[in-house]
């Protein structure tokens, strides 16, 4: 069962990566409105239209939904007049000749068809099921299209962008600072961790008071600072959380030095004349790697949730469409008052999501870097099989 769990993470780790890499090709780019603000998921209520192009070649449209959240009118009218008729009344849209841009929300279309400037045209043009046409009564061409309020997988958000598209290139945001900072930081921690640890005296004493100085000092509102200090880009984010990211590794990375400095082994190769980089790189490092591996798969997760918290509280690129990004808009234009849960929960599941597969494999690897929980974990599988 456990070999199961980690084989699952793995393959959740793929599937996502594979979705980042293949996603914008899928969904395409999250830029400019698809549909009307917060439509709807396409799979969700069916008395809700999608997108209608209607074009005044065919004409005819068989309507039972509700009223469309938007109808626009475009084309070219040579002469005579665009004309669209319902069970209930024909409207002469335009008879002006020349381009046609026609909008439901312009307030001069509204008077030009004798309706009040605050009336809901869409409702009036789409009173009730049944039979609808445009048409023109001379020569031209026009299209009408028909906003219905409900757009693909995910619906749309504030902006009437694709929340799928957005939630897939959330995930790249939140892989590369995942990936990026956390290497960054086990860069630093192992670096300065086999050099305290092996140097000792008082290079171990100012690095270990750099980690505490470090540790001590509140995390959130430093990021917050020096985000608004060094700009909101993307490798400025990933700096940011970097330096804040380093000490616990370098602890655990000098612990580890401690407990091979004065090893036999150790002890031979000086005495050979091996120096100290030698020593540190080519015969220590190897030994700290696959726990460092641990810590690196570890500590993915608190980035992107330090990533997360920072783009919620409106400190990341506004361009850089990431997890924390989607739960900051949907917080600050009213998606949890409107009731449009399809822009909340797709960014929240997906961090809880990627940060459990990290933990998953980071334990995992911390496994097979300790032969302690080897050793646990086979005696608890034995006393499940017992059971």
Avoid at 17 to 38: I, K, N, R, S, W
Avoid at 144 to 171: N, P, Q, S, Y
Avoid at 247 to 262: F, N, P, Q
Avoid at 340 to 351: F, H, K, R
Wanted: charged share 20%.
């Amino acid at each position: 069962m456990n070999r199961l769990s980690r084989g699952f993470s793995a393959i959740c780790l793929a599937a996502f990566v594979l979705l980042a890499v293949t996603g914008p090709g899928l969904f395409g780019l999250p830029d400019g409105e698809q549909a009307p603000p917060y439509s709807v998921p396409g799979w969700m209520d069916r008395k809700i239209a999608r997108t209608i192009l209607l074009s005044s070649d065919s004409g005819a449209l068989s309507w039972n939904y509700k009223p469309p959240r938007r109808v626009s009118v475009t084309g070219e009218l040579n002469y005579g007049s665009i004309n669209w008729s319902t069970p209930e009344r024909t409207f002469v849209l335009t008879d002006s000749p020349g381009e046609v841009d026609l909008d439901a929300r312009d307030v001069p279309f509204k008077r030009a068809l004798g309706m009040d400037p605050f009336a809901d045209l869409p409702k009036a043009l789409f009173p009730s099921g049944g039979e609808y046409r445009l048409w023109i009564d001379g020569e031209g061409e026009a299209v009408m299209k028909i906003e219905g309020g409900r757009w693909g997988l995910l619906g749309t958000d504030h902006r009437g962008r694709d929340v799928a598209a957005l939630f897939v290139r959330g995930i790249r945001v939140s892989l590369i600072i995942g990936f990026s900072a956390t290497l960054i930081a086990a860069v630093l921690g192992v670096s300065l961790g086999l050099l305290s640890g092996y140097a000792g005296g008082l290079t171990d004493s100012l690095i270990m008071r750099a980690v505490d100085v470090l540790l001590s000092i509140p995390t959130l509102p430093v990021l917050m600072v020096l985000a608004g200090v060094w700009g909101k880009g993307l490798w400025n984010l990933v700096i940011v959380l970097s330096i804040f990211s380093w000490m616990g590794t370098a602890r655990t990375v000098r612990a580890m030095t401690l407990s091979l400095r004065d090893a036999p082994w150790v002890e031979g190769l000086r005495a050979l004349g091996a120096k100290r980089g030698y020593i540190i790189f080519r015969h220590l490092l190897p030994e700290v790697l696959p726990l460092l591996l641990a810590n690196v798969a570890l500590g993915v997760p608190g980035t992107i949730l330090a990533e997360a918290g920072m783009s919620f509280l409106g400190l990341s690129d506004p361009r850089l469409p990431s997890w924390g990004r989607m739960l900051h808009e949907a917080h600050t234009y009213g998606a949890f008052t409107s009731g449009a849960w399809w822009t909340i929960l797709p960014p929240g599941i997906g961090i809880a999501v990627i940060c459990l597969i990290f933990m998953d494999l980071g334990r995992k690897l911390e496994e097979r870097a300790d032969p302690r929980l080897v050793a646990k974990v086979g005696a608890e599988a034995l006393k499940e099989a017992a059971e």
